[in-house]
């Protein structure tokens, strides 16, 4: 699988990044049933991995998704997790603040939704709004956008050390792909519902969000955080990827099954 992460310190450029890449997977109905049955393996291999991770309950996985209108976040969730126990999974999306949470720091609101140990805590757009939409629409200065990049940093580090395992993932559609998206979902009347007005007022603003996600992942991929790349113009591989990253991240984890009971005979128990 190749490599989509964003090295620390690094300057980055999503024109660099082809959201249509498949690496060995050819885009042909042959190259996406191997993608699909590998993919199946390894949401096999998740289901059985987050058990693991809920039976110990000595650890936490954090996924963060982020990326344009229609890039697939929904999907991702929906294909990706498919096989995971709902008990130990939770998936929050952050909407416009709250008059209690405007009161508040802007991290408040997100440190009481992070996943408990034994948890996969899935944020659906995150925390990263507010470095975002505020930043495209002017609603802050660079200075503070810097001040929240560095207060994020400090977040993600003090849940890392605390026992979570981050992974950010920025879904990269092109914007063709996007507008093709859209128009479905126009003409699908099983999709209309999240269709949005706003979403086309958004679309004119596509350069400067761009501008503004290059920014946010170059400050804020650290080792213990990186953001990845997921080239998402294609379904099938964008939940390939993701999925192996998930498997991959929670297997570093070394986990294991934990001790039965201490004091019971399990070779001669019965149960009358």
């Known amino acids: 699988m190749k490599d989509y992460q964003v090295k620390p310190g690094s300057r980055l450029l999503l024109s660099r990044f082809d959201p249509d890449d498949t690496a ?42 982020q990326g344009m209108d229609t890039s697939g976040k929904d999907g991702t969730i929906r294909n990706v997790m498919s096989g ?52 495209v629409h002017g609603l802050i200065s660079d200075k503070v956008v810097a001040q929240r990049f560095n207060q994020i940093k400090e977040f993600e580090e003090l849940l ?21 998206r859209l128009e479905e979902r126009i003409r699908n009347p099983e999709k209309r519902w999240k269709f949005n007005d706003g979403d086309l007022e958004e679309r004119k603003l596509w350069e400067s969000y761009i501008e503004a996600f290059e920014a946010m992942m170059t400050a804020t991929s650290a080792d213990q955080s990186p953001w990845h790349i997921i ?14 990253r998930v498997v991959h991240a929670l297997e570093g984890m ?12 399990f070779d001669t128990l019965k149960i009358e």
């Open 231 to 244: 080239p998402a113009n294609h379904k099938w591989y964008r939940n390939l990827v993701i999925a192996e």
């Open 254 to 265: 070394r986990l294991k099954t934990p001790p039965a009971p201490a004091g019971i005979n």
């Open 24 to 65: 060995d997977y050819k885009n042909t109905e042959q190259g996406k049933e191997k993608a699909k049955a590998v993919t199946g393996k390894l949401i096999i291999r998740l289901s059985e991995l987050q058990e693991r991770l809920y039976a110990n309950g000595s650890q936490a996985l954090l996924i963060v998704l």
């Open 160 to 180: 890392s050390e605390s026992g979570t395992v981050i992974l950010k993932f920025f879904l990269h559609i092109s914007k063709d792909e996007q507008k093709k």
């Open 84 to 135: 995971v126990n709902p008990q130990g999974c939770k998936v929050v999306t952050f909407k416009t603040p709250s008059a209690e949470e405007l009161g508040h720091d802007f991290l408040w609101r997100v440190h009481q939704k992070a996943p408990a140990k034994g948890q996969i805590g899935i944020f659906n757009r995150s925390h990263y709004e507010d470095v975002l939409i505020t930043r």
